[in-house]
């Protein structure tokens, strides 16, 4: 046994190590695009007027002159085709020619639904239909 009055030197405390790096992570490359294609992008503003205002917000999509022409477009669009349906409406209020809506209403709304088709088509293709009078006031707003 040891002396109990006898010094002893305390063993050197361990070496601090610091832990091993965690192994690296597996990270996916980025895609190349920045989402959709302009004409994937021109397509989808015709489904809702939802789509084609949140286009007009969001990069890259609102620095596009086609996505913000047939965004616009489509704005446009919407807007006419309410407000013929509120005119056909207020003409069938009135006595003696509104049985004349009656036969016009599905009509027009069988052409706007036509016109609708046609534009969203040539959107997804990449091209651009501009519709007469409203394709004008698009393009101004677009800015091309």
Not at 130 to 143: E, H, N, R, T
Request: hydrophobic share 50%; net charge neutral.
């Amino acid at each position: 046994m040891s002396d109990p009055n006898s010094y002893q030197p305390l063993p050197p405390p361990p070496q601090y190590q610091a832990p091993p790096p965690p192994p690296p992570q597996y990270q996916a490359p980025a895609p190349a695009g920045s989402g959709l294609s302009d004409a994937a992008a021109s397509g989808l503003a015709y489904i809702t007027i939802i789509p084609a205002i949140i286009f007009l917000i969001v990069e890259p999509y609102n620095r596009s002159p086609n996505v913000r022409f047939h965004s616009w477009q489509c704005i446009f669009l919407s807007i006419a085709w309410f407000a013929v349906d509120v005119v056909l409406m207020i003409i069938g209020r009135i006595p003696f020619i509104g049985w004349l809506t009656w036969m016009l209403f599905p009509l027009v709304g069988l052409g706007f639904f036509i016109l609708w088709l046609v534009v969203l088509f040539n959107a997804f293709n990449g091209k651009r239909f501009s519709i007469p009078f409203i394709g004008d006031l698009a393009a101004k707003q677009a800015g091309a």
